[in-house]
Nanobody, 122 residues
Framework: QVQPVESGGGLAQAGGSPRLSCAASDLSIYTMGWFRRAPGKEREFVAGINWSGDSTFYANSVKGRFTILRDNAKNTVYLQMNSLKTEDTAVYYC?????????????????WGQGTQVTVSS
């Protein structure tokens, strides 16, 4: 099982551009995704990337602002966040996913990371 470890969160200004990282041994062979859970809301899909990095998937709410990237040599997946909005405030998680359509779903066979908090101030 892949055991992701997320990092890179913190306090950011609206309009800022932080980058989140998700590291795990052996994630290079998996399609990976980012999800987030805002206060009082359900966890939602943010972005996904296939193992080779040539297919990416985004939620409409982040399309054009966030970019998912991966470096398989480092067993790391990134979420480059641009043009941050206060509504992007959430705990961000990564996990192994499958993408049957335009969005991705978490694999039940793999673990979630502990998440990394992103707080956007106006």
């Amino acid at each position: 099982q892949v055991q992701p470890v997320e990092s890179g969160g913190g306090l950011a200004q609206a309009g800022g551009s932080p980058r989140l990282s998700c590291a795990a041994s052996d994630l290079s062979i998996y399609t990976m995704g980012w999800f987030r859970r805002a206060p009082g809301k359900e966890r939602e899909f943010v972005a996904g990337i296939n193992w080779s990095g040539d297919s990416t998937f985004y939620a409409n709410s982040v399309k054009g602002r966030f970019t998912i990237l991966r470096d398989n040599a480092k067993n790391t997946v990134y979420l480059q966040m641009n043009s941050l909005k206060t509504e992007d405030t959430a705990v961000y998680y990564c996990t192994v996913v499958y993408c049957p359509g335009l969005v991705c779903l978490p694999s039940s066979r793999h673990n979630w990371g502990q998440g990394t908090q992103v707080t956007v101030s106006s």
